[in-house]
């Protein structure tokens, strides 16, 4: 079985400040993880993906994520944050050798401050 | 096509009624999910297609809820009997195969409203 806890549903920054998402995992097998990004009304996006290769995961828009095996975290960050950041994330697990379905965490509204 | 379509974008419903969505894949992805995404809430897993069966259907919340998938193509999911707590966006994914290696990419949702 998998499952994956958002610590946070809201996380309030200011612009041009750091960003920290947070995100534990539970996982019988290795896991994959994966950011998605939802803006209102709007669908989800892609992020960065985990999948056993190098543990600091580089995505789009500046954001990365250090995949922690010790600590079973997945936490999403950015150096600086931007007014167009602010929408809604998921964190996700999938494990090899399962099913493979996506399974979502309930999500972090980032709300960003000017 | 390029991106996962789903239809209607928008679809507003008398209780009792039944209602049916549609989700296009990518072409050539084999994989297939549904989610349900309550307000405010994260993803609640459907049904999994892996072609034209479903390996895994534990998530449908009840026998008014159904799915289908033709071949490798459309899937539609069906909700008889319409009740307000199935208000909701209903999301499509569609995955090249099984597994993280490919990624999941999604349709932008139907947003269902049960009056």
């Known amino acids: 079985a998998q499952s994956v806890t958002q610590l946070d549903s809201h996380v309030s920054v200011s612009e041009g400040t750091p960003v920290l998402l947070r995100c534990n995992y539970s996982s019988s097998y290795s896991p994959s993880l994966f950011w998605y990004v939802q803006h209102p009304n709007k669908g989800l996006q892609l992020l960065l993906k985990?999948?056993?290769?190098?543990?600091l995961v580089k995505g789009i828009n500046g954001f990365e994520a250090e995949f922690k095996k010790s600590e079973t975290s997945f936490h999403l960050t950015k150096p600086s944050a931007h007014m167009s950041d602010a929408a809604e994330y998921f964190c996700v697990v999938t494990i090899s050798g399962g099913s493979y379905i996506p399974t979502f965490g309930r999500g972090t509204s980032l709300i960003v401050h000017p | 096509g390029a991106g996962v379509s789903q239809s209607p974008s928008n679809k507003v419903t008398e209780k009792g009624k039944d209602v049916e969505l549609r989700c296009d894949p990518i072409?050539?992805?084999?994989?297939l999910y549904w989610y349900r995404q309550r307000l405010g809430q994260g993803l609640e897993f459907l049904i999994y297609f892996q072609g034209n069966s479903a390996p895994d259907k534990s998530g449908l919340p009840s026998d008014r809820f159904s799915a289908e998938r033709t071949g490798e193509s459309v899937s539609t999911l069906t909700i008889q009997r319409t009740q307000q707590e199935d208000s909701a966006v209903y999301l499509c994914?569609?995955?090249?195969?099984?597994?993280?290696?490919?990624?999941?990419?999604f349709g932008s949702g139907t947003r269902l409203t049960v009056v």
């Open positions: 072409s050539g992805h084999t994989a």
């Open positions: 994914a569609s995955s090249f195969s099984p597994g993280p290696n490919y990624g999941y990419t």
């Open positions: 985990y999948t056993s290769a190098a543990t």
